[in-house]
């Protein structure tokens, strides 16, 4: 007899890495997956449901959820047949980038409000049936940005770094409860949000900035930022289709990062754990040597520069 289709919860499917996601466990050819695919804003919804096709209705359905409000997640729990969640995926997630300075409080605060906060509040609101039940799998959307800062992303990365520590810590209790936590850490993810975001703060005024910080920002990140996404950058499909495996898998990792390419961008600071390599070495090539940057990433990007970093 074959077992009941599990009930994966997964935030933020409006686009992306989320509708990848709800797609591609919907689309099971085992049907071992029964989705609930969530979003704050239904009217975005129409993308997921073409993508979503037959499943539609069958082995997805589509629903409202907004992570910053209790009484959302309550509501759109009430709707899971008998409230039961056996895999959650934290993965509705918002971007900040700019000069410190030119950045309000409010803007900072929201961004952990939703990356933190909002995966905190759906955690706890889906644990105390795990426990009971004694199983399930809570997948965290996180970054690398989450292992290493990165310049002019400040506020975003303190969000993923305030995951990782959250969730490892989480997940030394869990296994107790027979409950698995798996942090997953794609590098620049090629998606019309982030082209957006990009072309939206090239032009932007960022008050209070001084001329020298707002020129590197503009004449050194952001052309670099562009060339790493064209270069190494992964389609939200591939970064989906790993955390498939993840979630089909018997012994959930704790960690996975999904983007080979992006390797030897993390390894400094695996090299070197007092982080002075990472960062004096990210500096030079942002501010110094900004040719050998660019032929790096394409170097990266054909497959020219293919070693190993860590032991298979």
């Given at each position: ?5 599990r ?9 992306g890495?989320?509708?990848e996601?709800a ?9 071992r997956?029964?989705v609930?695919a969530?979003?704050?804003?239904l ?17 997805l ?17 009430s ?7 056996d895999v ?5 997630g918002?971007?900040?980038v700019?000069?410190?300075?030119g950045?309000?409080?409010a ?9 933190f ?13 795990m ?5 399930g799998h809570?997948?965290v ?8 800062g ?17 969730f ?20 620049p993810v090629?998606?019309d949000?982030e ?17 020298d ?6 004449d ?17 499909q591939?970064?989906?289709q ?5 979630i ?17 961008l ?15 070495t ?23 520069l ?7």
């Amino acid at each position: 007899m074959a077992d009941a289709p599990r009930t994966v919860l997964i935030s933020g499917c409006s686009s992306g890495i989320g509708l990848e996601l709800a797609v591609q466990l919907a689309h099971d050819h085992r049907q071992r997956y029964q989705v609930v695919a969530t979003m704050r804003d239904l009217g975005k919804k129409g993308t997921l449901e073409a993508a979503a096709g037959e499943a539609l209705g069958q082995t997805l359905t589509v629903a409202q959820l907004d992570v910053c409000s209790d009484e959302s997640v309550a509501q759109c729990l009430s709707c899971i047949h008998g409230g039961e969640v056996d895999v959650l995926v934290n993965n509705a997630g918002v971007g900040l980038v700019g000069p410190l300075e030119g950045l309000s409080l409010a803007a900072m605060q929201n961004v952990f409000d939703t990356n933190f906060f909002g995966a905190v509040r759906l955690v706890r609101a889906v644990l105390p049936g795990m426990k009971r039940r004694r199983k399930g799998h809570i997948v965290v959307v996180s970054s690398v940005m989450g292992l290493q800062g990165v310049v002019f992303n400040e506020a975003y990365a303190a969000s993923k770094f305030a995951l990782e520590g959250f969730f490892e810590s989480l997940a030394v209790q869990l296994l107790q409860f027979n409950i698995f936590i798996t942090l997953v850490e794609p590098g620049p993810v090629v998606t019309d949000f982030e082209g957006k975001l990009l072309e939206q703060v090239s032009t932007a005024e960022f008050p209070d900035t001084d001329p020298d910080t707002l020129h590197y920002f503009r004449d050194f990140y952001l052309p670099a930022s562009r060339e790493l996404f064209r270069s190494v950058g992964q389609s939200p499909q591939d970064v989906a289709q790993v955390i498939v495996k993840v979630i089909s898998s018997a012994r959930p990792p704790l960690r996975r990062q999904t983007n080979a390419r992006y390797a030897p961008l993390a390894a400094l600071k695996a090299v070197d754990p007092s982080g002075s390599l990472y960062v004096r070495t990210t500096h030079c090539l942002l501010f110094r040597w900004t040719h050998l940057l660019n032929l790096g990433l394409r170097c990266l990007a054909c497959g020219c520069l293919r070693f190993r970093i860590w032991p298979r």
